[in-house]
């Protein structure tokens, strides 16, 4: 049986996944895959920020609030992109 210690520790490869799969979604040319990668991305930040606090990174702490505040921001653009007909679905 895992103790929390271990899972917290697991936690960096889901959070590395989310990462990866987030720039993916991110980079497309359709707006509501940017939309989920905005999503992924501050699912990612969350996951980076619980794994760093328990090794207190607070640098990475730090950068990972900073990341999801663009996060929302792209996905404000995003969605007002669509609103306003400039983007495609």
Wanted: hydrophobic share 60%; glycine share 6%; net charge positive.
């Amino acid at each position: 049986m895992m103790d929390a210690g271990t899972i917290v520790d697991f936690l960096q490869w889901p959070a590395m996944v989310a990462s990866v799969a987030a720039a993916w979604l991110v980079a497309s040319t359709r707006a509501h895959r940017r939309n989920v990668g905005f999503w992924v991305f501050l699912v990612s930040n969350v996951l980076w920020v619980i794994w760093g606090w328990s090794t207190k990174a607070w640098a990475l702490i730090a950068l990972q609030v900073i990341l999801a505040a663009m996060n929302v921001r792209g996905l404000k653009k995003t969605e007002k992109l669509q609103e306003t007909g400039r983007e495609t679905a």
